[in-house]
T-cell receptor, first 113, second 112 residues
């Protein structure tokens, strides 16, 4: 168990809908990272937060947004969903936010039908 | 563009048959190379970090090495429980921020 908690584990929704994925980092970790994993693209970095502030942005679509709250948990919001957004979404956390040793959650499997 | 290429894509070995996985990279300014292990349905699990050419790290049956252009993950006398996808990632600076760029992974299967 990595100590990173992601909910829900599975999410099935329809095109055009909006969903929210939730992540609680390991106790003591200040930084949260969001990744998308699909069969053809591999593990793609989306966005990173450190102590509530956005620190780095990757290949995140404009339809997607995230935030980190004062209690350090994070949410990833995906809107106007398309079939191609179906993927496994991982949250990871680290202590210092320098992409050092990351601890990954078990992921949220999103299926857009 | 920073790129990470892993080979082979998939590898089947018999229990006890040693081999190596390759991770080659073309980046402008390497700030660390990472190996992760991923089991089906789970998130990646950290294995090693390497920072400079010539560096080696070991953990049980795994040894990671680094040169200026590539890294190898050597697996000695593997067991079925070593079956997993092994991911390599490089830490680089893109647009002023440090990021990890992952390879596509090598899916390793160890047959008993």
């Amino acid at each position: 168990d990595s100590g990173v908690t992601q909910t829900p584990k599975h999410l099935i929704t329809a095109t055009g809908q909006r969903v929210t994925l939730r992540c609680s980092p390991r106790s003591g970790d200040l930084s949260v990272y969001w990744y998308q994993q699909s069969l053809d693209q591999g593990l793609q970095f989306l966005i990173q937060y450190y102590n509530g502030e956005e620190r780095a942005k990757g290949n995140i679509l404009e339809r997607f947004s995230a935030q980190q709250f004062p209690d350090l948990h994070s949410e990833l919001n995906l809107s106007s969903l398309e079939l191609g957004d179906s993927a496994l979404y991982f949250c990871a956390s680290s202590v210092a936010g320098a992409n050092e040793k990351l601890f990954f959650g078990s992921g949220t499997q999103l299926s857009v039908l | 563009e920073d790129q990470v290429t892993q080979s082979p894509e998939a590898l089947r070995l018999q229990e006890g048959e040693s081999s190596s996985l390759n991770c080659s990279y073309t980046v402008s300014g390497l700030r660390g190379l990472f190996w992760y292990r991923q089991d089906p349905g789970k998130g990646p699990e950290f294995l090693f970090t390497l920072y400079s050419a010539g560096e080696e790290k070991e953990k049980e049956r795994l040894k990671a090495t680094l040169t200026k252009k590539e890294s190898f993950l050597h697996i000695t006398a593997p067991k079925p429980e070593d079956s997993a996808t092994y991911l390599c990632a490089v830490r680089v600076v893109i647009q002023g921020a440090q990021k990890l760029v992952f390879g596509q992974g090598t899916r390793l299967t160890i047959n008993p």
